[in-house]
């Protein structure tokens, strides 16, 4: 069974950085990706950035240019480096992890971020 633990999550900011960590227990076999997502209160979850595991990156067009999405295979872990954030990026952010064969998700208890004007 994997398990997801997010941190680096708090209050920054406009215009600060922050860097979320999800460190992942076990091994999820290739191919796979992990993303972030984010929840913000009253609206919908919504996908922030993926890296797979041929280190292929996407990002919501919201964030371009200033998230940038990583992993480091040999720990486990995604980080998402988080720069000029805006009011706007306030929300929970869940660290996800996906299998693809078979088809599996995992999904962390999620990481508060919120960013003062």
């Known amino acids: 069974q994997v398990q997801l633990v997010e941190s680096g999550g708090g209050l920054v900011q406009a215009g600060g950085s922050l860097r979320l960590s999800c460190a992942a227990s076990g091994t999820i076999s290739s191919p796979n990706s992990m993303a972030w997502y984010r929840q913000a209160p009253g609206k919908q979850r919504e996908m922030v950035a993926v890296?797979?595991?041929?280190?292929?990156?996407n990002y919501a067009e919201s964030v371009k240019g200033r998230f940038t999405i990583s992993r480091d295979n040999g720990k486990n872990t995604v980080y998402l480096q988080m720069n000029n954030v805006k009011p706007e990026d306030t929300a929970v952010y869940y660290c996800?992890?996906?299998?693809?064969?078979?088809?599996?998700?995992?999904w962390g208890q999620g990481t508060q971020v919120t960013v003062s004007s």
């Open positions: 890296i797979t595991s041929g280190a292929s990156t």
């Open positions: 996800n992890a996906r299998r693809y064969f078979p088809s599996t998700y995992y």
